[in-house]
Nanobody, 121 residues
Framework: QVQLVESGGGLVQAGGSLRLSCAAF????????MGWFRQAPGKEREFVAAISWSGDNTHYADSVKGRFTISRDNAKNTVYLQMNSLKPEDTAVYYCAADRVMTISTMWDYWGQGTQVTVSS
């Protein structure tokens, strides 16, 4: 059983940056593909970015491409999401997910509890 714990959320002005972290416990993150999703109030959870278990392949939603970067440190059992040039529409609860299959759908096996990101205009 893999437990995921996100951190690094907060309040930032538009144009600013944040780095989210996702630490894995009870399992080895190197065995899983990892993803970041987000859910804004009144909206469905949506795909943001994903990275393969080896780190060789990454995928991004069009809305964040060029601004967000996903990375992983398997030695630390941690995945990161560097978010630059933040916009008010990036405001959401951000969730980390793990699975042996990488998909842009929300059908991932393991989820964290989420961390709030608020971008003020």
């Amino acid at each position: 059983q893999v437990q995921l714990v996100e951190s690094g959320g907060g309040l930032v002005q538009a144009g600013g940056s944040l780095r989210l972290s996702c630490a894995a416990f009870g399992g080895t993150v190197r065995n899983y593909h990892m993803g970041w999703f987000r859910q804004a109030p009144g909206k469905e959870r949506e795909f943001v970015a994903a990275i393969s278990w080896s780190g060789d392949n990454t995928h991004y939603a069009d809305s964040v491409k060029g601004r967000f970067t996903i990375s992983r440190d398997n030695a630390k059992n941690t995945v990161y999401l560097q978010m630059n040039s933040l916009k008010p529409e990036d405001t959401a609860v951000y969730y980390c997910a793990a699975d042996r299959v990488m998909t842009i759908s929300t059908m991932w096996d393991y989820w964290g509890q989420g961390t709030q990101v608020t971008v003020s205009s």
